[in-house]
């Protein structure tokens, strides 16, 4: 039987371009050659498309977070075929080849927001993960919010602004308490949030946020524990074991992400009385639903100091780096990381 061809989309025009060549070279890997033949798709800062058949070729520096990048050493710019399932064309030699199953792993704006996933579903290729408007609503803090609340399931109060409507620290410490938290309201991996407890840190705060995202989200702070889920799915989803995150200082930035392993505590499976364990992943599959998702997402929650819930935000293009939770949480669920790439690339046939 002839092996079906796995494209991995990577890179993208992004503030977490990094991150995502580092889940690519990771599922590269692990993909199983003997069953899939693999191609990479870099996307560079610039947007144009580059193809590669060796994880060596595509990455320089890789070692270095703050310095990764695509090389175009061996690569060939391709585009693709709308209505054509698949089909692209190298520009330079006008040879055409073709892909089944595309396994998107561009994190963040025009990866995970429904962009890219219509841009597959025009050239009608099979693709891991959500589907459009899911991505595009999960991506929007603001929106997937508000989907939330209409299914009851507990968000943080929160607040949305934009230019044109950008209120005093006073004025919002009035609504939301005087610990905040300033997010772009379409980015992930905590690009761009800020802690703020006074006008100085909130004036700062925005001017960073806003460089992101025109539209900015106010989030009142929770206290208590950050707890992480992964789910795993399509129309009947299964929830992991939980994670938790313990900061040693500030909060769960992109630094103690992805670059400083040591400022943050990964706690897997983190310690919780068996019915909030339940109640916490009975909730995750709910949202998961709640958002139309396919395929995989991690759900992020609070859990406060009176034990209430808190769904913090949904990711439906987690990472996949030697550092990320979703592959660690279904590791130690009995998924191991090369069977749950495998079982991604079949829910997505489904």
Known sequence: MKKKIIGIICGGRTPEHAVSLLSAQRVFDAIDKKKFSVRVFGVDSNGSWWCYSRSDHWLKNADDIKKIALSKKGCKEIVFFPGKRGKYLEINTRKTSSIDIAFPLIHGGEGEDGSLQGFLKLCDITFVGSHVASSAVGMDKEYTKRILQTWNIPVAPYLVLDRANLFSFEKIKKMLGGILFLKPARCGSSVGVSKVTNQEEWTIALKKAIKFDSKVLVEQEIIGR???????????????????????????????????????????????????????????????????????????????????????????????????????LWGLSGIAYQELIEKLIVLATK
């Open 226 to 328: 950050e707890i992480e889920c992964a789910v795993l799915g399509n129309e009947n989803p299964r929830a992991s074991v939980l994670g938790e995150i313990v900061v040693k200082d500030g909060f769960y930035s992109y630094e103690a992400k992805y670059v400083d392993q040591n400022a943050a505590e990964l706690i897997v499976p983190c310690r919780l009385h068996q019915k909030t364990t339940k109640d916490i992943q009975e909730m995750a599959k709910k949202a998961f639903i709640a958002l139309g998702c396919r395929g995989m997402a991690r759900i992020d929650f609070f859990l406060d100091n009176q034990n209430r819930i808190f769904v913090n935000e949904i990711n439906t293009t987690p990472g996949f780096t030697s550092m990320s939770m979703y592959p660690k």
